[in-house]
């Protein structure tokens, strides 16, 4: 089992970056994978941004270029850094890893984009 929790949410304008975080219970070289999905209001859940164990990333084309998935594996942290925010990127946020099976998913953590 694995559990999952995200921080680093928040109100962002236009054009801005935000940073969001994602620990891991156990150590993610034991996770076969770990990523971030996003639901917007009135919008279906989406996939973000992924990593592989062996590192392997992969991004929805409305975020390539600007988000950027990466881990520290001393902190058993995913991270999802966020760039040229836009007011559609604004959604519920979840990290979730993929274990023996499983996908485990996390409480969320909103990120609002607007002036």
């Known amino acids: 089992q694995v559990q999952v929790a995200e921080s680093g949410g928040g109100l962002v304008q236009p054009g801005g970056s935000l940073r969001l975080s994602c620990t891991a219970s156990?150590?993610?070289?034991?996770?076969?994978?770990m990523g971030w999905s996003r639901q917007g209001p009135g919008k279906q859940r989406e996939s973000v941004a992924h990593m592989t164990r062996g590192g392997d990333t992969g991004y929805v084309d409305s975020v390539k270029g600007r988000f950027t998935i990466s881990r520290d594996n001393a902190r058993s942290t995913v991270y999802l850094q966020m760039n040229d925010l836009k007011p559609e990127d604004t959604a519920l946020y979840f990290c979730y890893a993929y274990y023996m099976g499983q996908t485990y998913w996390g409480q969320g953590t909103q990120v609002t984009v607007s002036s």
């Open positions: 156990r150590n993610i070289f034991s996770i076969n994978h």
